[in-house]
């Protein structure tokens, strides 16, 4: 298992951006909702063929938002699909993805996506909510930075097309931007 994201760090210098947890619980110790566990195993099994899948010109499901409140196992379900993919889970810290200075949470966010590009690994962005609520919320003077970050992540997402699986969750659905629900392929 690949951990390159261990050495991830923010354009300032502070800290990494991503956290890699090898040790994960398997999706056999959550009790699950039978469609939200059906919407796991499909992605799971398109996962698991996504070379016969590319071969046909298809793509494997790779773009997850998970909503709930806090503590109903969205975090733990994301380790769970690593685990079942067996590849390690890079858990983005968004208080060192997220910069102070103009620009730069986008330019750490896009070093994030670009090393997942070549990497087998579920990359989680627990908390999206903090860089991808509405564009029209907010003071006047954060707007322009929050619509710069929300639209680099939108851009991201649309582009990515490498075999990590990109989980992104969160607690509070009614902030997100309604953009970025279509970025994901399951919800």
């Known amino acids: 298992k690949s951990t390159a994201f261990a050495i991830l760090k923010p354009i300032g210098g502070h800290g990494e951006i991503v956290d890699v947890v090898a040790d994960l619980r398997p999706l056999s110790d959550l009790v699950l909702p039978t469609t939200t566990r059906a919407s796991i195993d499909r992605v799971l099994a398109e996962n698991l063929q996504a070379a016969n899948l590319a071969s046909r010109g298809l793509r494997a499901s790779n773009r997850l938002l998970f909503c709930g409140p806090p503590g109903c196992g969205k975090t ?15 858990t983005v810290r968004m208080d060192a993805l997220i910069e102070g200075y103009l620009g730069q949470t986008a330019a750490n966010l896009r070093k994030v996506f670009d090393l997942a590009k070549g990497q087998r690994v579920a990359l989680f962005l627990d908390e999206i909510d903090a860089i991808g609520r509405s564009r029209s919320s907010g003071k006047d003077q954060d707007l322009t930075e929050v619509k ?20 992104a969750a969160t607690n509070h659905q009614e902030s997100l931007d309604p953009a970025l629900w279509r970025r994901f392929d399951e919800v």
């Open 76 to 90: 733990v379900a994301a380790g769970g699909i690593a685990a079942a993919l067996d590849m390690p889970l890079a």
């Open 148 to 167: 710069r970050v929300v639209n680099s992540l939108l851009t991201m997402l649309e582009e990515h097309r490498g075999s990590a699986v990109i989980i």
